[in-house]
């Protein structure tokens, strides 16, 4: 049973215009998440994380938007560039304890020029 | 600034051989996690290390063992490797609770 769930395999965008990728979650000991992105044959570099005490978190391009009551996320990217085209990952994690990720199955976004 | 360094970057093994990977986290890191990524998959949590001591268990399967040494480094040992071993290997580190795992590169084992 896929404890975090990205329902949309792929995403294709214009650049220039917002990409929104969804996670959601049904393990409610969840409290921190993380977004991934991954380039082919690297390894998943950590792009921005949140804290069930917030509802928002920006750095530059990026916001990260949490629905404690729905158990749901977004990342929004905005403008997209062409350089955003990768793998993304939903992570989740309880907070307390040295308890690994949770990871989603991933969204493939590609950003047109 | 200093990454997961892990080792070797490739590794092509013959079925029933074994196979060392290795992983030197971040310094000041004292947690080692490893993850097994399938062609098309999610990555799956494997083991993880705090202190040298084993934290967590996931979906390791038996043939494989693993250790976080005094300087920190991990190794994952996989011993009668079969054909579904085939995957990319990622250790991730990370200090203490609450704190970002960063992620080394990758080790992508083939088994043939």
Known sequence: ??????????????????SIL???????????????????AEGPTFLISISSIKDKNEDGRFTVFLNKSAKHL????????????????????????????????GTRLSVIA | AAGVIQSPRHLIKEKRE????????????????????????????LISFYEKMQS????IPDRFSAQQFSDYHSELNMSSLELGDSALY??????????????GQGTRLTVV
Not at chain 1, 22 to 40: A, I, R
Not at chain 2, 23 to 42: A, K, L
Not at chain 2, 92 to 101: D, G, P
Request: charged share 15%.
């Open chain 2, 90 to 103: 990622f250790c991730a580190s990370s200090f203490r609770t609450y704190s970002e795992a960063f992620f």
């Open chain 1, 74 to 105: 977004s990342l929004h990217i905005v403008p997209s560039q062409p350089g955003d085209s990768a793998v993304y990952f939903c992570a989740a994690s309880p907070s307390s304890g040295n308890t690994p990720l949770v990871f989603g199955k």
């Open chain 1, 22 to 40: 969804n996670c959601d979650y049904t393990n409610s000991m969840f409290d921190y998440f993380l977004w991934y992105k991954k380039y082919p």
């Open chain 2, 56 to 59: 967590d268990k996931g979906s």
């Open chain 1, 1 to 18: 049973d896929q404890q975090v769930k990205q329902n949309s395999p792929s995403l294709s965008v214009q650049e220039g215009r917002i």
């Open chain 2, 18 to 45: 074994t196979a060392t990977l290795k992983c030197y986290p971040i310094p000041r890191h004292d947690t080692v996690y490893w993850y097994q990524q399938g062609p098309g998959q999610d990555p799956q949590f």
